[in-house]
């Protein structure tokens, strides 16, 4: 099952997320939006700390797992790790998912 959702943080950019799940697990995640990022090779790093994570994991467990897969010297332009933890929360909550990826 694919879910999707968009989030937008006052004052930051938008955050956009596709995510793939199987059971209870988020196997993939597709991450996109109008925000930054310094080096951007980091995206990878960001989508593969979430994917095997439980479909249960908040806001906090999410966030805090992008930020150690990360550690120091990532630049978050526009958006924070709480901002995908956030748009991932959505995704996993949403009522109807799409069939996307």
Sequence with gaps: MAAHAEYKAPGGKLVVVDVEIRGDTIERVELSGDFFLEPPEALDDIVAA????????????????IHERLGDGVEFIGFSPEAVAIAVSRALEADTPR???
């Design 50 to 65: 979430l994917a095997g994570q439980s479909i249960d994991s908040d806001v906090a467990e999410l966030s805090e797992l």
């Design 99 to 101: 069939e996307r990826l």
